[in-house]
């Protein structure tokens, strides 16, 4: 990318590490440097240079046969991203996971996706939806990212595709948004919009196979947490 006097060049090699950690992230297994090589269609030599100074940072790390996973660093960093909102969120998540039965998470809109920042799991439920933190998915699929979307103002949901412009005005207006077969096969999700002053659109929302409980009772629920962690970080 050529420089210009308002906008400094990008850094090539700070790109690539990124890139590595978001490769590592998506794979969910360990993988050798020349998988990683392969990935991100650089030479196996400039794989590992990055690799070295990335694990010298504690954020990934090599197993006995050399293998690259993300290092213990990373999480010490996704702790103290929205530190105050992760921390009154949790509890919330944490009772409405058990009281219904169904892993329960927070997402938040990082640029056009929609990424979980914590979830929680039911604690006595057998095999459980793992909703891990780090997920994304677009935001214009699934409950949370509609969810997201419909806090929006009328202007900007203008710019969506004709589809979804009703859709989210119908979530705004209703208060919860859901979904099913969208993201993930067989799962479906209710949602709910979490506006907290200060920051961006966010949700709290449930994943789940099946539930005894309908949507409407669902999103009552989330929407109660919704606005315990609103009320607690002051609007």
Known sequence: MASTPTQAPASQT???????????ADAR????????AARLGVHRSVAYRLLRTLEEH???????GGRVQLGAGLA?????????????????LTAVANELGATCFLAVLDHDECVTLVSVEPRHTVNPV????????????GAPGKAILAQLGDAA????????????AAVAARGYATSHDEVIPTLRSVAVPLTVRGRGPAAIAVVFVASS??????????????????EALGG
């Open 58 to 64: 504690g954020l990934v790390t090599r197993d006995s």
């Open 76 to 92: 010490a960093l996704a702790a103290g991203v929205a530190h105050d909102l992760q921390a009154e969120a949790l509890p919330e």
């Open 14 to 24: 700070l790109s690539r590490g990124i890139r590595i950690l978001e490769v590592l």
């Open 157 to 168: 949901r203008t710019l969506l595709p004709a589809e979804l412009v009703d859709e989210t």
């Open 29 to 36: 297994e360990p993988l050798t440097i020349d998988d990683i």
């Open 213 to 230: 409980h309908d949507d409407d009772a669902i999103a009552a629920r989330l929407t109660h947490s919704a606005d315990a962690v609103r």
């Open 130 to 141: 793992a909703q891990r933190p780090g997920t994304r998915h677009p935001v214009t699929r």
